[in-house]
């Protein structure tokens, strides 16, 4: 079972960037699809962005498209969230997620899927 390990939160203000780490030991990286989901408080956790296992296929959540860029390096086991003009309503407790990818060019939006979750990464946000 892989483990992962989420890093890069802070508190920003409005308008700022962030990039998120999360790097995977105990598993073979490149049969993974990655994923990040946010959880705020009061709230259910939601899906951000996901790529698939060659990393040749992402996707992203509306609210984030065209703001939040996710990407993996296979050499350094390392999964990657670039956030930019960030806005409060983006402040959450970010987690990656790792689901073994059959296919070589899926990715999955759905929190179910996925079989291995991080600790989160705290992200705030002030306007």
């Known amino acids: 079972q892989v483990q992962l390990v989420e890093s890069g939160g802070g508190l920003v203000q409005a308008g700022d960037s962030l990039r998120l780490s999360c790097v995977a030991s105990?598993?073979?990286?490149?049969?993974?699809?990655m994923g990040w989901f946010r959880q705020a408080p009061g709230k259910e956790r939601e899906f951000v962005a996901a790529?698939?296992?060659?990393?040749?296929?992402?996707g992203y959540a509306d609210s984030v498209k065209g703001r939040f860029t996710i990407s993996r390096d296979s050499a350094k086991n390392t999964a990657y969230l670039q956030m930019s003009s960030l806005k409060p309503e983006d402040t959450a407790l970010y987690y990656c997620?790792?689901?073994?990818?059959?296919?070589?060019?899926?990715?999955?939006?759905?929190?179910?899927?996925?079989?291995?979750w991080g600790q989160g990464t705290q992200v705030t946000v002030s306007s």
């Open positions: 997620a790792a689901k073994i990818g059959f296919v070589d060019t899926s990715y999955y939006t759905g929190p179910n899927a996925y079989d291995a």
């Open positions: 105990g598993g073979a990286f490149g049969n993974y699809a």
């Open positions: 790529i698939s296992r060659s990393g040749r296929r992402t």
